[in-house]
């Protein structure tokens, strides 16, 4: 499906819809932030390490200070959690910044986006004044993608967008596949952005990253987000991984101060914190499962997914995504309505994966209502 209403800016860009507005929430529903259960967000349950905290705490006054506008102490530990080189990272104010710099720099004039999934790459393609082509994936496929329709739309673009593991899906393209689609996008002269947002959620996640690819490969960036797995959304904190040609031009076309300086600190402090990342997956992994055959004995329609949120099928339950979503919010439980994904509509929700406590709370609340 090709999108050919938004070219040159001529249709009006979409506003941003995403889950996490807490303020809206306490005020729509009368809860203190504190007492409301955010399930509409994908963040580590286990909330920051101990040592991010410690650290930030112990350097408060550093906000008198500029931040490095070079990121170097962050720029050199996520060089080296993710082996590559540091002239191959770029790093950003979470990595929507970054999706919003590189379409404004390169100015693709035909996009492939694969949905449903984050909405920010067609609102950027919108700002950026492209025409957009679109593959909608598809319920009855459980929502994978299918590489052969991917390869096929790749003639005439100039960018291609593919989130491993999509969001708000789930699922996860297997290496083999994801590095296939990437030398097609070499050999066909088309920009792969890959979002690996949630990719540090999986055990195995240094054996799907195309980092080490992206650093070697003119055509290719890689986008990491430490807001989800290290729970610090409020800092603000993401990364992309390229060419250093790219790296170098992007960094001239930025704001200098755009991460600030205790996200800095954060980050580098976070990427050292081994037996955290291990205890968040091995959590993930447990309250994931315990979840969805939760979900799955309320009469609901889970679809299995990689990461730490699960896509969920309402529609045999008579209710609406907008309507359950007002349900549980008076309740104190706030949900991803997926009404404002293409391809999903009302009859799906998100769910974010949280402690036994956070979730046990969460079926229950839906036994209620359902």
Not at 78 to 103: D, K, P, Q, T, W
Not at 199 to 214: H, I, K, N, Q
Request: one cysteine or more; charged letters at 20%.
């Amino acid at each position: 499906m090709v999108d050919r209403g938004i070219v040159g800016g001529s249709r009006e860009i979409e506003p941003a819809v995403h889950g996490g507005n807490w303020q809206e929430a306490a005020l729509l529903y009368g809860y203190a932030p504190e007492d409301m259960l955010d399930f509409s967000t994908n963040i580590n349950p286990l909330g920051p390490p101990a040592a991010v905290l410690d650290c930030l705490h112990r350097n408060l006054n550093a906000i008198q200070r500029y931040p490095d506008p070079e990121s170097f102490c962050f720029r050199t530990s996520l060089a080296a959690y993710l082996g590559v080189g540091i002239e191959n990272v770029l790093a950003g104010n979470g990595a929507v910044e970054i999706i919003y710099l590189l379409l404004q720099t390169l100015r693709p004039r035909r996009v492939l986006i694969v949905e449903p999934t984050f909405s920010e790459y067609r609102r950027t393609a919108q700002i950026a004044g492209a025409e957009i082509t679109t593959i909608l994936l598809r319920p009855q496929d459980g929502f994978h993608l299918d590489p052969a329709a991917f390869l096929k739309n790749l003639s005439g673009l100039d960018l291609a967008f593919l989130c491993n593991p999509n969001n708000p899906t789930g699922n996860l393209i297997s290496s083999d596949i994801l590095q296939d689609l990437a030398e097609a996008c070499y050999h066909q002269g088309v920009f792969l952005v890959v979002d690996e947002s949630f990719l540090d959620f999986l055990p195995d996640w240094s054996e799907l990253t195309l980092c080490r690819r992206a650093a070697i490969t003119g055509n290719l960036l890689v986008l990491r987000s430490l807001t989800k797995f290290f729970a610090l959304p409020g800092l603000r904190l993401g990364a992309a991984v390229t060419s250093s040609q790219l790296v170098s031009r992007l960094h001239r076309a930025r704001d200098p101060w755009s991460v600030n300086i205790l996200a800095q600190m954060a980050g580098e402090v976070a990427l050292k914190e081994y037996a955290y990342m291990e205890r968040s997956r091995d959590l993930i992994r447990q309250e994931k499962e315990y979840l969805f055959m939760g979900l799955v004995a309320s009469g609901l329609k889970p679809f299995p997914a990689a990461a730490n949120f699960i896509l969920v099928d309402i529609s045999a339950s008579g209710w609406t995504s907008p309507n359950l979503a007002q349900a549980t919010g008076q309740r104190g439980i706030l949900i991803r309505d997926c009404s404002s994904f293409p391809g999903l509509g009302p009859d799906y929700i998100r769910l974010a994966v949280k402690d036994r406590a956070a979730n046990a709370t969460l079926l229950r609340v839906l036994e209620e209502i359902l």
